[in-house]
């Protein structure tokens, strides 16, 4: 817990730090994720599809992962624009059927004020991001940082206490 409370600390540093070098680095990793997802799939098809009718299902699940892994790896920023954006109409899309289910379910629940509230936010947050993309990608880096801070913080504490939970007499008995 002590060294996974360290590493998310130092996460939360570098994106704060550095949020652009960070938001690069996770397009990278997203990008070879997809990548050898993709290699993966289309060497297991072609390895042991024994029903050849359906192969072809395999194959284009393949094809578009090592689609999005190269496009994401030539084009790291238009992956982060067309993600911000997926992101700003999905908020959007979310606050706006929150708003219609709260006043066609005035009658069935309480407190659909609450509802309304929530589907105001996702609505400004939706468009914010969508106005402001590049303070949208920022503005969830920080989250994202903040979030890593927070948790690699709450490891450490619980790592530290947690040591005091076990004597060395337990250690060397689950060793044996």
């Known amino acids: 817990m002590i060294i996974s409370g360290m590493l998310n600390l130092i996460f939360g540093a570098f994106a704060l730090i550095w949020p652009r070098v960070t938001l690069l680095t996770l ?38 992962n090592l689609g999005a892994g190269l496009a994401a790896l030539l084009y790291p920023h238009v992956t982060v624009l067309l993600l911000i954006t997926l992101m700003g109409l999905t908020w959007l899309a979310t606050g706006t059927l929150q708003i219609v ?28 991001v969508l106005l402001r993309p ?21 490891l450490l504490i619980l790592g530290f206490k947690a040591k005091k939970w076990i004597s060395m007499d337990d250690v060397m008995m689950w060793a044996e």
């Open 134 to 154: 590049g303070d949208g990608v920022l503005a969830l880096l920080w989250l994202i940082a903040a979030y890593a801070i927070v948790f690699g913080t709450g």
């Open 101 to 128: 289910a709260a006043f066609r379910l005035r009658k069935e629940i309480h407190n659909e004020g609450w509802l309304v509230i929530i589907g105001l936010i996702s609505i400004l947050t939706g468009t914010f």
């Open 27 to 64: 397009v990278w990793i997203f990008a070879i994720v997809m990548m050898i997802q993709g290699f993966y799939q289309l060497g297991s098809t072609l390895l042991y599809s024994r029903e050849k009718k359906h192969s072809w299902i395999f194959f284009l699940l393949a094809f578009i």
